[in-house]
């Protein structure tokens, strides 16, 4: 087996831009740490809405080709984050996007809301057995907000943490590993209120301004067990967002989606542990996410 770094980072995510809204930042410091930060894409994200009047003509419902241009603004992203382990779950273009929930598109026969769950995760499994990750990050059972390919995502690696422990799974996978700590993507109301009150008080030029409510994940303080202060790669993450131009326009330290409505970056980024053992005293929340892990 290759020399692994010390310590090793695994994101699992539905969409190309899914990675550097919620985890920029934090991807941006481990991998300038010297951490081994891998990303997993489920899709290439074809069903998303294109910002760019003169791109337009990209979506599924014209030239369908989003898809192989997101894979080029997701490269772009991963060079902003210095993170050079980007992957797609069974490569590209082996799982479609779902589109929202409801939408004709989840019945497509690749759409990943449709695929076998243990298929799917058995190309994760290798991938958690190479890496050897000591922590993975992905979304809630809702998938934060709903959309099948994040619940689908959250099923996966769930599934896959599992099935990469079990001895008796598919040894040509590579050799069992337990993930020591799992993690969902959360973000504390809390700061969300507060990004929104700054957002509003630096008058800030938006078509308007989105709601608590338009914020994935967002959570009571309480539920939040760890949050990772990445300021210091703020403009990293800005600019890894910015590279996703189809789907994001960044402005300062704002952004905007498809819908227009101002939203507030974050740069210090939070998270529930969801499985292991947390490095914080009791009641207390965790620094960072190798905290207690031994490497
Ligand atoms: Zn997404």
């Known amino acids: 087996m290759k020399d692994l770094p010390a310590r090793r980072l695994l994101l699992v995510h539905a969409h190309p831009d899914d990675e550097s809204i919620n985890n920029g930042a934090t991807m941006a410091k481990y991998a300038a740490e010297g951490a081994q930060v891998t990303l997993v894409t489920c899709t290439l994200g074809e069903e998303g809405e294109v910002i760019p009047p003169e791109l337009v003509h990209l979506t599924a419902d014209k030239e369908d080709r989003l898809g192989a241009h997101r894979i080029e603004e997701l490269a772009a992203a991963m060079r902003e984050l ?3 382990d980007h992957r797609f779950l069974g490569g590209a273009g082996r799982y479609r996007d779902s589109g929202m929930m409801g939408a004709p598109q989840n019945h497509r026969e690749n759409a990943f809301w449709n695929a076998d769950v243990d298929e799917a ?3 994760l499994v290798e991938v958690i057995r190479s890496v050897r990750p000591q922590v993975v990050i992905t979304y809630d059972p809702q998938g934060s907000y709903g959309h099948p390919d994040h619940i689908q995502a959250h ?5 896959a943490a599992e099935l990469a422990a079990e001895p008796a799974f598919r040894r040509d996978l590579g050799d069992p590993y337990a993930v020591p700590k799992i993690y969902w993507n959360r973000v504390p109301r809390s700061a969300v209120e507060e990004g929104f009150a700054r957002l509003r008080a630096s008058g800030a030029d938006f078509p308007g301004i989105a709601d608590v409510s338009d914020v994935p994940g967002v959570v009571d303080d309480v539920t939040v067990t760890t949050e990772v202060d990445a300021t210091a790669y703020a403009a990293a993450k800005a600019a890894a967002m910015r590279a996703h131009a189809t789907q994001i326009v960044v402005k300062g330290p704002f952004f905007t989606l498809s819908n227009q409505l101002g939203q507030p970056i974050f740069t210090t980024e939070y998270y529930e542990l969801a499985h292991g053992e947390s490095g914080a005293a009791a009641g207390e929340r965790e620094h960072g996410l ?6």
Request: hydrophobic share 60%; charged share 10%; proline share 0%.
């Open 155 to 159: 099923r996966v690696a769930l599934r």
């Open 82 to 84: 210095g993170v050079t």
């Open 290 to 295: 190798f905290a207690g892990v031994a490497s």
């Open 121 to 123: 995760a058995a190309h």
